[in-house]
Protein backbone atom coordinates (compact mmCIF):
# COMPACT_ATOMS: atom_id res chain seq x y z
CA UNK A 1 0.00 0.00 0.00
CA UNK A 2 1.05 3.67 -0.36
CA UNK A 3 2.25 5.16 2.91
CA UNK A 4 -0.88 7.63 3.09
CA UNK A 5 -2.98 4.77 2.30
CA UNK A 6 -1.96 2.61 4.90
CA UNK A 7 -1.63 5.73 7.90
CA UNK A 8 -5.86 6.47 6.39
CA UNK A 9 -6.63 2.65 6.76
CA UNK A 10 -5.14 2.33 10.11
CA UNK A 11 -7.50 5.66 10.86
CA UNK A 12 -10.45 4.64 9.85
CA UNK A 13 -10.10 1.21 12.07
CA UNK A 14 -9.44 3.13 14.87
CA UNK A 15 -12.59 5.27 14.83
CA UNK A 16 -14.74 2.34 14.19
CA UNK A 17 -13.24 0.08 16.94
CA UNK A 18 -13.47 2.69 19.24
CA UNK A 19 -16.92 3.86 18.64
CA UNK A 20 -18.20 0.16 18.31
CA UNK A 21 -16.32 -0.47 21.36
CA UNK A 22 -17.62 2.38 23.38
CA UNK A 23 -21.46 0.78 21.78
CA UNK A 24 -20.92 -2.43 22.63
CA UNK A 25 -19.81 -1.77 26.73
CA UNK A 26 -23.28 0.69 26.85
CA UNK A 27 -25.19 -2.57 25.00
CA UNK A 28 -23.63 -4.94 27.65
CA UNK A 29 -24.77 -2.43 30.82
CA UNK A 30 -28.45 -2.53 29.58
CA UNK A 31 -28.03 -6.23 29.48
CA UNK A 32 -27.18 -6.56 32.60
CA UNK A 33 -30.12 -4.28 33.57
CA UNK A 34 -32.69 -5.10 31.09
CA UNK A 35 -32.50 -8.51 30.26
CA UNK A 36 -33.78 -11.15 29.65
CA UNK A 37 -37.53 -9.77 30.44
CA UNK A 38 -37.33 -5.86 29.76
CA UNK A 39 -35.99 -4.26 26.46
CA UNK A 40 -34.59 -8.25 24.66
CA UNK A 41 -35.10 -7.25 21.01
CA UNK A 42 -33.06 -3.74 20.79
CA UNK A 43 -30.84 -5.08 23.99
CA UNK A 44 -29.78 -8.28 21.63
CA UNK A 45 -29.53 -5.91 18.52
CA UNK A 46 -27.26 -3.34 20.47
CA UNK A 47 -24.90 -6.29 21.59
CA UNK A 48 -24.88 -8.60 18.01
CA UNK A 49 -24.15 -5.10 15.89
CA UNK A 50 -20.82 -3.16 17.72
CA UNK A 51 -19.59 -7.30 18.41
CA UNK A 52 -19.75 -8.70 14.57
CA UNK A 53 -18.09 -5.07 13.67
CA UNK A 54 -15.24 -5.25 15.87
CA UNK A 55 -14.93 -9.15 14.64
CA UNK A 56 -15.34 -8.47 11.48
CA UNK A 57 -12.92 -5.15 11.44
CA UNK A 58 -10.47 -7.59 13.22
CA UNK A 59 -9.98 -9.93 10.08
CA UNK A 60 -10.29 -7.80 7.94
CA UNK A 61 -7.35 -5.55 8.70
CA UNK A 62 -4.91 -8.22 8.14
CA UNK A 63 -6.83 -10.64 5.20
CA UNK A 64 -8.63 -8.20 2.62
CA UNK A 65 -8.91 -7.47 -0.76
CA UNK A 66 -11.38 -5.18 -2.33
CA UNK A 67 -13.63 -7.71 -3.10
CA UNK A 68 -13.88 -8.74 0.16
CA UNK A 69 -13.79 -5.07 1.84
CA UNK A 70 -16.60 -3.78 -0.41
CA UNK A 71 -19.44 -5.80 0.63
CA UNK A 72 -18.19 -6.28 4.41
CA UNK A 73 -18.13 -2.18 4.60
CA UNK A 74 -22.14 -2.29 2.73
CA UNK A 75 -23.44 -4.53 5.54
CA UNK A 76 -21.95 -3.18 8.19
CA UNK A 77 -22.84 0.34 7.51
CA UNK A 78 -26.69 -1.32 7.00
CA UNK A 79 -26.13 -2.51 10.29
CA UNK A 80 -25.25 1.00 11.81
CA UNK A 81 -28.01 2.40 9.82
CA UNK A 82 -30.99 0.14 11.05
CA UNK A 83 -29.01 0.33 14.80
CA UNK A 84 -29.06 4.42 14.47
CA UNK A 85 -33.03 4.67 13.29
CA UNK A 86 -33.92 2.11 15.78
CA UNK A 87 -32.22 4.05 18.77
CA UNK A 88 -33.75 7.20 17.29
CA UNK A 89 -37.40 5.99 16.96
CA UNK A 90 -36.54 5.10 20.99
CA UNK A 91 -35.08 7.95 22.22
CA UNK A 92 -34.58 10.75 19.50
CA UNK A 93 -37.11 13.48 20.63
CA UNK A 94 -36.70 12.94 24.03
CA UNK A 95 -35.47 15.83 26.22
CA UNK A 96 -32.88 14.39 28.51
CA UNK A 97 -33.07 17.31 30.83
CA UNK A 98 -36.49 16.99 31.66
CA UNK A 99 -36.13 13.55 32.81
CA UNK A 100 -34.31 14.81 36.10
CA UNK A 101 -35.89 12.61 38.93
CA UNK A 102 -37.74 10.28 37.07
CA UNK A 103 -36.77 6.17 37.07
CA UNK A 104 -36.85 3.95 33.82
CA UNK A 105 -37.78 0.28 35.34
CA UNK A 106 -34.85 -2.49 35.27
CA UNK A 107 -35.43 -6.48 36.49
CA UNK A 108 -34.12 -5.66 39.69
CA UNK A 109 -35.42 -2.47 40.57
CA UNK A 110 -35.00 0.87 38.79
CA UNK A 111 -32.58 3.93 37.37
CA UNK A 112 -32.59 6.88 36.40
CA UNK A 113 -34.16 7.97 33.50
CA UNK A 114 -32.41 10.66 32.63
CA UNK A 115 -28.93 8.43 32.83
CA UNK A 116 -30.72 5.96 30.35
CA UNK A 117 -31.87 8.67 28.20
CA UNK A 118 -28.25 10.23 28.32
CA UNK A 119 -26.20 6.53 27.24
CA UNK A 120 -29.12 5.99 24.88
CA UNK A 121 -28.42 9.47 23.26
CA UNK A 122 -24.59 8.01 22.87
CA UNK A 123 -25.71 4.77 21.38
CA UNK A 124 -28.08 7.07 18.94
CA UNK A 125 -25.11 9.58 17.85
CA UNK A 126 -22.00 6.78 17.64
CA UNK A 127 -24.69 4.68 15.56
CA UNK A 128 -25.02 7.58 12.68
CA UNK A 129 -21.27 7.98 12.69
CA UNK A 130 -20.32 4.81 12.08
CA UNK A 131 -23.29 4.79 9.16
CA UNK A 132 -21.63 7.59 7.75
CA UNK A 133 -17.52 6.61 8.27
CA UNK A 134 -18.71 2.71 6.65
CA UNK A 135 -20.36 4.80 3.69
CA UNK A 136 -17.14 6.95 3.19
CA UNK A 137 -15.01 4.16 3.34
CA UNK A 138 -17.05 2.35 0.73
CA UNK A 139 -17.18 5.30 -1.59
CA UNK A 140 -13.30 5.73 -1.29
CA UNK A 141 -12.64 2.02 -1.95
CA UNK A 142 -14.50 2.32 -5.11
CA UNK A 143 -12.27 5.49 -6.15
CA UNK A 144 -9.06 4.05 -5.46
CA UNK A 145 -10.02 0.79 -7.07
CA UNK A 146 -10.92 2.76 -10.33
CA UNK A 147 -7.47 4.96 -9.54
CA UNK A 148 -5.70 1.57 -9.58
CA UNK A 149 -7.16 0.30 -12.61
CA UNK A 150 -5.75 3.58 -14.34
CA UNK A 151 -2.57 2.72 -13.62
CA UNK A 152 -3.35 -0.71 -15.18
CA UNK A 153 -4.04 -3.04 -12.39
CA UNK A 154 -6.94 -4.44 -13.70
CA UNK A 155 -7.35 -7.30 -11.45
CA UNK A 156 -7.11 -5.02 -8.52
CA UNK A 157 -10.11 -6.14 -6.80
CA UNK A 158 -8.26 -9.39 -5.65
CA UNK A 159 -5.44 -8.19 -5.36
CA UNK A 160 -4.43 -7.63 -1.78
CA UNK A 161 -6.08 -4.17 -0.34
CA UNK A 162 -2.77 -3.50 0.74
CA UNK A 163 -2.02 -2.94 -3.28
CA UNK A 164 -4.22 0.15 -3.52
CA UNK A 165 -2.94 3.42 -4.44
CA UNK A 166 -3.67 7.14 -3.20
CA UNK A 167 -4.25 10.33 -4.77
CA UNK A 168 -1.05 11.45 -6.14
CA UNK A 169 0.99 7.57 -5.66
CA UNK A 170 1.06 4.48 -7.32
CA UNK A 171 0.00 1.29 -6.44
CA UNK A 172 2.12 -0.24 -4.28
CA UNK A 173 4.69 2.62 -3.45
CA UNK A 174 6.69 2.90 -0.17
CA UNK A 175 8.23 6.25 -0.76
CA UNK A 176 11.13 4.98 -2.48
CA UNK A 177 11.38 1.87 -3.60
CA UNK A 178 14.20 0.20 -5.20
CA UNK A 179 14.88 -3.39 -6.72
CA UNK A 180 17.85 -5.05 -7.88
CA UNK A 181 18.66 -8.23 -10.57
CA UNK A 182 17.59 -9.84 -13.34
CA UNK A 183 14.42 -7.36 -13.64
CA UNK A 184 13.04 -5.48 -16.54
CA UNK A 185 14.44 -2.52 -17.51
CA UNK A 186 12.17 1.10 -17.58
CA UNK A 187 13.92 3.95 -19.56
CA UNK A 188 14.60 6.84 -17.44
CA UNK A 189 11.66 9.17 -17.05
CA UNK A 190 8.89 6.81 -18.88
CA UNK A 191 5.23 7.04 -17.30
CA UNK A 192 5.38 3.63 -14.60
CA UNK A 193 2.52 1.78 -16.11
CA UNK A 194 3.68 2.05 -19.53
CA UNK A 195 6.95 0.26 -19.13
CA UNK A 196 8.65 -1.71 -22.36
CA UNK A 197 9.74 -4.89 -21.96
CA UNK A 198 13.72 -5.15 -21.13
CA UNK A 199 16.31 -6.95 -19.33
CA UNK A 200 17.87 -5.08 -16.99
CA UNK A 201 21.75 -4.35 -16.94
CA UNK A 202 23.69 -5.46 -13.99
CA UNK A 203 25.23 -2.94 -12.03
CA UNK A 204 21.86 -1.12 -12.44
CA UNK A 205 18.98 -0.19 -10.06
CA UNK A 206 15.30 1.39 -10.80
CA UNK A 207 14.24 4.07 -8.79
CA UNK A 208 10.64 4.82 -9.00
CA UNK A 209 9.61 8.40 -7.81
CA UNK A 210 6.04 9.72 -7.53
CA UNK A 211 4.58 11.73 -9.83
CA UNK A 212 3.53 15.48 -8.89
CA UNK A 213 0.29 16.99 -8.57
CA UNK A 214 -1.51 13.72 -9.72
CA UNK A 215 0.85 13.01 -12.51
CA UNK A 216 2.10 9.00 -13.18
CA UNK A 217 5.12 7.94 -10.72
CA UNK A 218 8.43 7.57 -13.29
CA UNK A 219 10.88 5.05 -13.00
CA UNK A 220 14.76 6.02 -13.95
CA UNK A 221 17.46 3.35 -14.01
CA UNK A 222 20.44 4.71 -11.96
CA UNK A 223 24.25 3.10 -11.98
CA UNK A 224 24.42 1.00 -8.86
CA UNK A 225 27.03 3.06 -6.16
Known amino acids: ?5 G ?27 FLPRLHPEFTIFS ?21 TEAPMLFV ?12 TD ?40 LFCINVLGLLFLFRLVNLAQTYGRFDIWREPIRELPWFGEAPGFYNTHTQQGPMMQYPAGYPYGQQPMGAMHPGRTIVIQP ?14 P
Open 7 to 33: NYRVGFYTAVFLLSATVLGLAAHFANL
Open 1 to 5: MTVRF
Open 90 to 129: IIGTVQCDGLAGQRTATKNGGMSAQVFCHEMKVIQAFSWM
Open 211 to 224: GVNGQPATVTTVPM
Open 47 to 67: LVVPSLTLLVFLVSIQWAQPR
Open 76 to 87: VGTLWLAMGAWS
